[in-house]
C-alpha cells in the first residue's frame, strides 16, 4: 500500500510538473528589424539608424504626429532622453522623412456608432 501511495505521489508530481511547464508564457524574443521594411526615400537610412539606437522602429511608426511635433519630440529626445543631439540638414532630413511617412493621423472615431444609422 505504501508503495502504491508513493507511485501515486509521484505520478501527481510529474503531471502538475508536465503541466506547470506547459503552461509558463513563451520567452518574448524580439524580431530584429530590418531597413527595407520602411518606405524608401531620401532619410530612410538616417532615421532608422538614429531611432533604432534606442528603441524599435515600430514604435516610431505607430506615432503619427505632425513635422512640429515630431521636431518637439526629438527635441524632448535630446534634453530628457539623452539622445545625442540632430541638427541642421540631418534634422531637416529625418523630420522631412517622418512627416512624409508618418504624418499625423486623424483621431478614432469615438464611441459605439450604429452600423445601420447611414442607411
Not at 2 to 23: E, N, P, T
Not at 92 to 103: A, G, Q, R, V
Request: hydrophobic share 35%; aromatic share 10%; with cysteine.
Amino acid at each position: 500500500m505504501r508503495r502504491l501511495l508513493s507511485l501515486i505521489a509521484a505520478a501527481g508530481f510529474i503531471a502538475v510538473s508536465a503541466g506547470y511547464v506547459a503552461a509558463q508564457p513563451k520567452t518574448f524574443t524580439p524580431r530584429e528589424e530590418n531597413i527595407e521594411e520602411l518606405p524608401a526615400g531620401p532619410g530612410r537610412e538616417e532615421t532608422f539608424y538614429t531611432c533604432t539606437a534606442c528603441h524599435n522602429f515600430k514604435l516610431v511608426a505607430q506615432q503619427g504626429m505632425s513635422r512640429q511635433r515630431w521636431n518637439d519630440t526629438l527635441t524632448w529626445m535630446t534634453e530628457r532622453q539623452g539622445m545625442p543631439a540632430i541638427e541642421g540638414a540631418d534634422r531637416e532630413l529625418i523630420l522631412d522623412y517622418l512627416s512624409t511617412h508618418y504624418p499625423q493621423t486623424e483621431p478614432a472615431a469615438r464611441g459605439w456608432q450604429n452600423p445601420f444609422a447611414n442607411q
